[in-house]
């Protein structure tokens, strides 16, 4: 059945969900009592660099997500002078006018969003403006521009409490003290098996397989140059192939694979269980997309993502250098840490809590797995030959 998937990063398009009625009201919470839990969140979080031990992984069901990092003895942050934090963000960043009006109650502080593109059009934002910044906090720069946004100077130090799991997604080195990953999510290649089901086909399993005659003229990708999803599909094949990346995109090309602008084109238009019934039933989505595909009255989704072909992308925040209120933005990265606002990244931005202890929606923790051993290309050797990879991409998807 069609759906409007709402993960998107290239262009921005905000659709009705399929939710889990058992958590629509989940987040209508007295602000008054959300604001006490928060501000005791909130002071745990904020002043300390210790990261915690891994804790057993994300759960499902209704029970509230506790942070588990040692309380520390400092207040609450809060906003001194300037009450006003804004957060200069990618495009698909989501907060409830609950968790939002808690925060104020909490810190004393307001947010105020700037929609900046895409991670790589926010960072070169940032990095252009950097002398005169445009904000106090960033969310949404990832682990494929990260280095570039430490290297450009336009971080402060700010070293919260990290809450139990979060340690595993922090950057090497200094950059950890720059950006705190508040959210993670698998990129990866989607099948419809209802359409192989259909046709009596195998469904494929590995990025080699894409290569193979029974599966030409079924792939679609958003471009690498456009769409960050794509680029994430690029490292993909770079950490999978090694120097042989170049070979394998012209194998690719060579089995009909078809390249759109952005994630949006290539799922919605081309996908076949995508809005427009399309002629392709191999597409590069997330490992959270499945969920999203169960039909109504239905219990199961009509795609799954193929977890030997994923890249994962880790979603940071961080506390701008020369902010005008890095008081208010060191409360905001901290306050994307708690309990709340951890439980509420599924619904609201369709990737996976930091926090290994938040509670998935019923759906998420059936359907949406991420991969055991994804791709792996490191920040440091993304920011050194991004541009190259990018370029050497074109020429080989051009021909």
């Given at each position: 059945m069609p759906f409007a998937h709402p993960r998107v990063r290239v262009p921005l398009r905000r659709s009705p969900v399929r939710r889990d009625p058992?958590?629509?009201?989940?987040?209508?919470?007295?602000?008054?009592v959300?604001?006490?839990?928060?501000?005791?969140?909130?002071?745990?979080?904020?002043?300390?660099?210790?990261?915690?031990?891994?804790?057993?992984?994300?759960?499902?069901?209704?029970?509230?997500?506790?942070?588990?990092?040692?309380?520390?003895?400092?207040?609450?942050?809060?906003?001194?002078?300037?009450?006003?934090?804004?957060?200069?963000?990618?495009?698909?960043?989501?907060?409830?006018?609950?968790?939002t009006a808690a925060f104020t109650k909490a810190t004393g502080c307001t947010i105020k969003v700037l929609a900046s593109g895409d991670a790589g059009e926010l960072t070169n934002k940032l990095a252009l403006t950097k002398a005169s910044p445009?904000?106090?906090?960033?969310?949404?720069?990832?682990?494929?521009?990260?280095?570039?946004a430490v290297t450009e100077g336009v971080l402060a130090d700010y070293s919260p409490t990290l809450p139990a799991g979060a340690s595993a997604h922090t950057l090497p080195g200094a950059a950890a003290t720059k950006l705190t990953p508040i959210d993670y999510g698998d990129?990866?290649?989607?099948?419809?098996?209802?359409?192989?089901?259909?046709?009596?086909?195998?469904?494929?399993?590995?990025?080699?397989?894409?290569?193979?005659?029974?599966?030409?003229?079924?792939?679609?990708?958003?471009?690498?140059t456009t769409s960050s999803?794509?680029?994430?599909?690029?490292l993909a094949t770079i950490g999978a192939k090694g120097d042989g990346w170049q070979a394998y995109w012209k194998a690719l090309m060579a089995n009909g694979t078809k390249?759109?602008?952005?994630?949006?084109?290539?799922?919605?238009?081309?996908?076949?269980?995508?809005?427009?019934?399309?002629?392709?039933?191999i597409v590069l989505s997330?490992?959270?997309?499945?969920?999203?595909?169960?039909?109504?009255?239905?219990?199961?989704?009509?795609?799954k993502a193929l977890l030997d072909t994923c890249f994962r992308q880790v979603e940071y925040a961080g506390v701008l250098a020369g902010a005008r209120n890095p008081e208010g933005a060191r409360a905001l990265v901290s306050f994307l840490l708690s309990p709340a606002v951890q439980a509420s990244i599924p619904d609201t931005m369709y990737m996976f809590p930091v926090d290994s202890t938040a509670t998935l929606p019923t759906d998420w923790a059936k359907w949406a797995k991420v991969a055991d051993k994804p791709f792996v290309v490191s920040p440091d050797q993304i920011a050194a030959q991004r541009d190259t990879w990018l370029r050497q991409w074109s020429e080989v998807t051009a021909k």
């Open positions: 058992l958590r629509k009201n989940r987040f209508a919470i007295p602000g008054a959300l604001a006490v839990a928060l501000t005791a969140s909130l002071s745990a979080c904020s002043l300390s660099s210790t990261t915690t031990a891994t804790a057993p992984a994300t759960t499902s069901g209704t029970a509230a997500a506790s942070p588990v990092s040692s309380p520390s003895s400092a207040a609450a942050p809060r906003c001194g002078a300037v009450t006003e934090v804004l957060l200069v963000s990618h495009d698909s960043f989501g907060l409830s006018d609950e968790l445009i904000g106090d906090a960033v969310f949404g720069i990832d682990n494929t521009f990260a280095s570039r990129v990866c290649v989607n099948v419809d098996h209802t359409w192989f089901a259909a046709k009596g086909k195998p469904v494929p399993a590995t990025l080699d397989d894409l290569t193979q005659p029974a599966y030409k003229d079924l792939f679609v990708t958003p471009g690498a999803p794509g680029l994430a599909f690029l390249i759109t602008a952005g994630w949006t084109d290539a799922y919605s238009v081309d996908f076949s269980a995508g809005e427009g019934h399309g002629t392709r039933p997330y490992a959270s997309s499945p969920p999203f595909t169960i039909p109504k009255a239905a219990t199961e989704p009509t795609t």
